[in-house]
């Protein structure tokens, strides 16, 4: 049976960031509020853990959860390269709904799906999330409903999809302000790439970085044979996205999630979360 507390009472919230820390610590699943909608997470170093909340949603290994965090230096411990623009990026927008692609510190003992050697990161502006993510460490999010059913904008929403049984603590933090998807970014490439479009527009991110490539959408003509796989694979991982999911809320309202908790990027890394998160 789930233990549900809510957060809009001090001592309630106090008990249940310690309740939930302590079951994401024993691999167990959790749902918290996001800034964009609610997530479902867990232990991002248990590959337990991890089947456990794929197999909740009904998703499979190829739409991995991306991972929430609570400091831009837990984030930087998860990611080999930045490129040229990831740091001015996080100063820029985080805590907040921009979810990053990058590639995943080759070292880390995890196992998040068929990742292809990416992550997706994300800092919520939550303060919920935050101490949770503070006292757990970085977990992998995904958006708190079955999969293809519309993301929980409430603790309610989630407890209707998920149930009692397979989640520990929901944490009610109210209803969400803003259930928009975070906005997806691959930083894979020597240009940024939208991978999918949400609360943060692209005019905001070229007046960080200058040049950033807009979102591919889908019937978009191919421009060149030779581009085409690579072309089909960001096609592919802007959809998974859109379907799944920490960083909680990718499609926007009145979109289903599937998406992301995940994110992607193209090419060799298509199918690292893109979730509502």
Same mark, same amino acid.
Request: with cysteine.
């Given at each position: 049976?789930?233990?549900? +507390?809510?957060?809009?009472?001090?001592?309630?919230?106090?008990?249940?960031?310690?309740?939930?820390?302590?079951?994401?610590?024993?691999? /167990?699943? =959790? $749902? %918290?509020?996001?800034? !964009? =909608? +609610?997530?479902? #997470? !867990?232990?991002?170093?248990?590959? *337990?853990?991890?089947?456990?909340?794929?197999?909740?949603?009904?998703?499979?290994?190829?739409?991995?959860?991306?991972?929430? $965090?609570?400091?831009?230096?837990?984030?930087?411990?998860?990611?080999?390269?930045?490129?040229?623009?990831?740091?001015? %990026?996080?100063?820029?927008?985080?805590? #907040?709904?921009?979810?990053? =692609?990058?590639?995943?510190?080759?070292?880390?003992?995890?196992?998040?799906?068929?990742?292809?050697?990416?992550?997706?990161?994300?800092?919520?502006?939550?303060?919920?999330?935050?101490?949770?993510?503070?006292?757990?460490?970085?977990?992998?999010?995904?958006?708190?409903?079955?999969?293809?059913?519309?993301?929980?904008?409430?603790? #309610?929403?989630?407890?209707?999809?998920?149930? /009692?049984?397979?989640?520990?603590? +929901?944490?009610?933090?109210?209803?969400?302000?803003?259930?928009?998807?975070?906005?997806?970014?691959?930083? !894979? +490439?020597?240009?940024?790439?939208?991978?999918?479009?949400?609360?943060?527009?692209?005019?905001?991110?070229?007046?960080?970085?200058?040049? $950033?490539?807009?979102? %591919?959408? *889908? #019937?978009?003509?191919?421009?060149?044979?030779? /581009?085409?796989?690579?072309? /089909?694979?960001?096609?592919?991982?802007?959809?998974?996205?859109?379907?799944?999911?920490?960083?909680?809320?990718?499609?926007?309202?009145? *979109?289903?999630?599937?998406?992301?908790?995940?994110?992607?990027?193209?090419?060799?890394?298509?199918?690292?979360?893109?979730?509502?998160?």
């Amino acid at each position: 049976m789930s233990r549900i +507390y809510d957060c809009a009472d001090e001592t309630a919230r106090k008990d249940g960031i310690a309740d939930a820390a302590s079951a994401v610590r024993r691999g /167990d699943l =959790v $749902v %918290l509020p996001t800034d !964009t =909608v +609610y997530g479902i #997470g !867990t232990d991002a170093f248990s590959p *337990k853990a991890v089947a456990r909340l794929l197999e909740t949603k009904g998703r499979g290994r190829d739409m991995p959860p991306p991972v929430l $965090v609570g400091s831009i230096r837990a984030a930087s411990a998860l990611i080999d390269d930045l490129g040229n623009h990831g740091r001015d %990026l996080m100063e820029e927008f985080w805590p #907040g709904p921009l979810t990053l =692609v990058c590639t995943a510190t080759p070292s880390l003992s995890w196992d998040l799906g068929d990742t292809k050697g990416t992550v997706a990161v994300r800092m919520p502006m939550d303060p919920v999330a935050l101490e949770l993510l503070k006292e757990t460490g970085p977990m992998a999010v995904s958006s708190a409903n079955k999969s293809g059913q519309r993301a929980a904008a409430n603790a #309610g929403e989630a407890i209707e999809q998920l149930g /009692d049984e397979d989640v520990a603590v +929901y944490l009610d933090g109210g209803e969400s302000d803003n259930p928009v998807a975070s906005t997806i970014v691959d930083l !894979t +490439y020597a240009v940024p790439r939208v991978l999918r479009s949400g609360a943060i527009s692209i005019e905001e991110l070229r007046a960080v970085c200058g040049t $950033v490539i807009g979102e %591919l959408r *889908k #019937g978009r003509a191919k421009p060149k044979k030779d /581009d085409t796989a690579e072309i /089909d694979a960001e096609t592919a991982a802007a959809e998974a996205l859109d379907d799944a999911d920490n960083d909680g809320g990718t499609d926007g309202p009145g *979109k289903t999630e599937d998406t992301a908790d995940s994110p992607s990027t193209g090419s060799e890394s298509d199918t690292s979360g893109i979730d509502k998160n």
